[in-house]
Structure formats: structure tokens, C-alpha cells
């Protein structure tokens, strides 16, 4: 019994020595490197929020004044966080998810509905996609930008818990206005490739974004970094949220009044460069997801790949899931993008994990028939 306590002890005072070492406990700093004793004692110390219930559809979807007298826009201060998605860096700048940029699925889900009248499926989906491999899944917490302290302490790699900026695990190339991340930056605005969106926009939707311009631009993208990237990957579930990114402007940023689905330069300008709604906003007329996805996918269809040997190598790859099997989207991303990322969770993260993908799979809509799998058991 003194031996055992004695090693429990020791475990805990060196465990305690090495995080003094990275910032006074309980800052923020990694577990990765630990061994499974030492975790055995650390992780159940650690402050932990067991995820709450999944939002539902909201109660009123119709249309509604965004931007009023509560939810002024403010700009960034010192230290908060924005990102590569334009929408939640708009929410963030205008008080509906925390100002800072460090938000809970749940503050993600009910923002995105609540501005933008997303559908609840689809708010679920996305969320959950992100928080999973970009998320802390202790402290259930998702910066929507970079790596911060402010999520929590890590936990046992291979997963960086690094935000929304991370690459290859929800973030991905060829981006309308954020370059591809083998350049450097593929957080920030982009200036010049925002003065594409726009080229485009006046060349074939006569100073409009639409469904046209979305096509057209995508396949250009795609079509750039497959000539300047030798990293350029376009397998799942990039192949997905690149298409889903040329649509949700047009779903999300044009005013619900506005009976034509296409966004106005003045507007994009507000929405991807200054992070703010414009004034007297009005979210969608009803909740919508995806609209236009395979409009903007016909006119240049391509099958998921990646260069696979420098620039112009481009290769498809027939493992990947794309439009005509969805269900392997999902198994995919729980089997090899969360399975790499979590190999043996234990403890307060295995049930987390656990609740998570529970909530990740809610959001697929039935009639796609995928079969629920549950990797690390159930709770």
C-alpha cells in the first residue's frame, strides 16, 4: 500500500513539476510526452466540461434585423482571435460569439442559426466537424482562429488542438480570399485574391456574386493551386467544404429582404475583409444549408486528389469520398481524421469523444442512411 501511494505521489509532484515548467498549473501548456501513469494522474485534475444537449432548430425562422443597437460591431483588440472563416470572425466582431474568438459548439451552433438562419442539420454537421479535430474536447472550447491558451490545456497528442487555422483537418486549400497554407498564411484576408472574387464577379455576374461567379471561380482556384502548390490537396472532406465555401456566401451574407440569391462587392467587402455585418442586416427569409452546392460542382466536375509529386502532378484519388457516397465522408473523417488525431483517448477525453461524435453524426441528415459507428465504444 506505501509503495503504491508512495508511486502515485511521485507521479503526481513530477507531473506537476513539468507543467510549472511550461506556465504555473493550470495554464495551458501540453501533455504530449507524458507517460500513460502520469496521464492516469494529471488528466482527472484537470478542469473539464462535459458537453451539454446539441441546439435544436430555432423556434422563429423567418427573417429578423442582425445587426441592432445589441450587437454593435466592435474592432479586435489585443489578443482575440479571428480566423479563416469570415462568417464567425463577422459573429465574433459583433457580440453574438464571444469577442475574444473562443466559442462552445453550442455558442457556435446558435449564433450561426440565429445570424444567418443556417439550418439546424447543417449548423450541427459543421460544428461538430470542426470542434472534433480542431477543438479542445476537455474543456469544450474551439478557437476560430489559431492556437491559444485560451481553449485549455492540451491533451495527449498526435491532436495540436490548434483552431480553425490548422491545416488539413477542416481548413484547406484553394480558398476564395485566404491563401493555400504551403505559402504561409492561410488564416488571414488575402487582398489580392479578394480582388479575383471581385474580378470575377464583374466579369460574369456583372458586378454580382452568384452561382455562375462560384463555379467560375472555383474551378480557377482549384486550377491555381494545382499549377503553384505542390502540396495541393482537394481530397475529403476538403473536396466538400471547398464547395460548400463557394456557396454559403451567397446562402449566408445576402440579405433575407433580397429576392435574388447574389451578393453585392459592397457587402463582400464588409463581410470578408471587416468582419462586420452591413448596416440594418437581415438574416435568410428560412433556414438553408448547402443550396447550390452541385450548381456550382456540374460545370467543372473533378474527382478528389492532390498533387502527388510537385506542381501540375495532380492525381485523383478513388479512396477518398466525394458527391456520389457521402456515408464515406463520415467514416472517414470518425476512422482516420479523429482516429489519427485520438488513437487511445482515456479517461474524461474517451467520453467526450464519445458524446461528440454522437452529436457530429445527429447532424447528418437520415436520409443519407449512413450507419452510425462508434470507434471508442459508447456512454
Known sequence: MFTKSFATLLTLITAIFYLSTVTAFPAYGSLAGLSQGELDVILPTLSSTRPGNTPGPLKYNGTKLIYDKD??????????IRGPCPGLNT????????????????????????????????????????????????TDLLSIGGKTKLTGPDSPGPATIGGLSTHAVFEGDSSMTRADDFFGDNSSFNQTLFNQFVDFSNRFGDGLYN????????????????????????????????YAESVFPLNFF???????????????????????????????AAPIGGKGLRDVFAPYPIKPGKNINGINTYTPDPTSADF?????????????TVGSLYPNPQGVLRTNLIINLRNFYSGIDADENCTEIFPYGKV
Open 254 to 284: 445576402v440579405d433575407g429582404r433580397n429576392p435574388v440569391r447574389a451578393l453585392s462587392m459592397e457587402n463582400a467587402n464588409l463581410f470578408f475583409r471587416d468582419m462586420r455585418f452591413p448596416v440594418d442586416f437581415h438574416r435568410a
Open 324 to 336: 456520389d457516397n457521402f456515408c464515406l465522408l463520415y467514416t472517414d473523417f470518425v476512422t482516420k
Open 71 to 80: 450587437h454593435e460591431w466592435q474592432p479586435t483588440k489585443p489578443g482575440d
Open 91 to 138: 459573429l465574433a466582431s459583433h457580440g453574438y460569439l464571444p469577442r475574444n474568438g473562443v466559442a462552445t459548439p453550442a455558442q457556435i451552433i446558435n449564433a450561426v442559426q440565429e445570424c444567418f438562419n443556417m439550418e439546424n442539420l447543417t449548423a450541427r454537421f459543421l460544428t461538430y466537424a470542426a470542434f472534433l479535430v480542431d477543438g479542445n474536447l476537455v
Open 211 to 242: 452561382l455562375t461567379v462560384a463555379a467560375e471561380l472555383r474551378n480557377q482556384r482549384i486550377k491555381e493551386s494545382i499549377a503553384t502548390n505542390p502540396k495541393f490537396d482537394f481530397t475529403s472532406p476538403r473536396f466538400f467544404t471547398a
